[in-house]
C-alpha cells in the first residue's frame, strides 16, 4: 500500500460505518435501508434524500449538523463523504483522500464517536477519469485477518516513519506478536494474490 503522492493518484476508502444508538442523523432517521443518498449540509442544517431500498419515492429528512457529525467529520480532513447505500442502518460511505496518513486520520475521528467503523476497501485511482489502478477488496480477509490489518494501517505500522510496533498492536489486540505477525502476513498475501488474479481476468 504504497503512499500516493501529489502526482494525480488519489485513494479510494469505503467505510461501513454503524451509527451509535444516540446518533440522530437523517441518513438513517427515515429509513434503515436505501439505495440512493443525497445529502446537502450547509452551515448547521443538514438536508437528505433517501430512497428507500423497498419504494419508489424519496423521503426528505432534515438534521441539525454537530461537530461530531459524519459530514462534519469528513469536512475536517478536507473529505467529501459520497454516501452510497444503507442496509440495516449500517451506511457505507466513500471518500478520496490524498495519502493513508488521511485515512488514518478520517477513521480515528470517525470511531471517536460512532460504534462501528470499518475499511472494506481501499484502492488506488488515477487521473481526471478516476480509472483504478490497484484494488484491495478486504472483505476477502478473514474477520481477524481485516481486525489486524485495519488497525494496522489506521495506526501508520506500514509507514516509513512508523512510530507503532508490532507489540503495541498486538497487545492493543491482546494476541501474542507471532500470532499478529502471522495474521498480517496471511492478509498481505490473500491481497496480493487476490490482485493479480483479478487483473489477470
Not at 5 to 13: N, P
Not at 160 to 178: T, W, Y
Request: proline share 3%; with cysteine.
Amino acid at each position: 500500500m504504497a503512499q500516493v503522492a501529489g502526482d494525480g493518484r488519489r485513494l479510494r476508502v469505503d467505510l461501513d460505518i454503524d451509527p451509535s444508538d444516540d446518533w440522530d442523523c437523517p441518513i438513517v432517521a427515515e429509513t434503515p435501508d436505501a439505495t440512493d443518498v443525497a445529502v446537502n449540509a450547509v452551515g448547521r442544517e443538514c438536508i437528505v434524500d433517501v430512497q428507500p431500498s423497498d419504494g419508489d419515492g424519496v423521503l426528505r429528512a432534515r438534521g441539525e449538523v454537530s461537530d461530531d457529525c459524519l459530514c462534519r467529520v469528513f469536512q475536517r480532513f478536507g473529505c467529501v463523504p459520497h454516501v452510497q447505500r444503507v442496509e440495516d442502518g449500517t451506511v457505507l460511505v466513500t471518500t478520496y483522500v490524498d495519502d493513508r496518513d488521511t485515512v488514518r486520520d478520517v477513521v480515528g475521528a470517525l470511531r471517536e464517536t460512532l460504534d462501528h467503523v470499518r475499511l472494506v476497501r481501499l484502492a488506488v485511482v488515477e487521473g481526471p477519469e478516476a480509472t483504478e489502478q490497484v484494488t484491495f477488496d478486504l472483505s476477502a480477509l478473514t474477520p481477524k485477518q481485516r481486525e489486524g490489518l485495519e488497525l494496522a494501517v489506521v495506526r501508520g505500522y506500514f509507514d516509513d516513519d512508523r512510530d507503532v510496533g508490532l507489540g503495541e498492536l498486538s497487545a492493543e489486540l491482546d494476541i501474542s506478536k507471532s500470532a499478529l505477525s502471522q495474521r498480517l502476513r496471511s492478509a498481505q498475501a490473500k491481497l496480493v494474490t487476490d490482485m493479480f488474479d483479478e487483473a489477470d481476468r
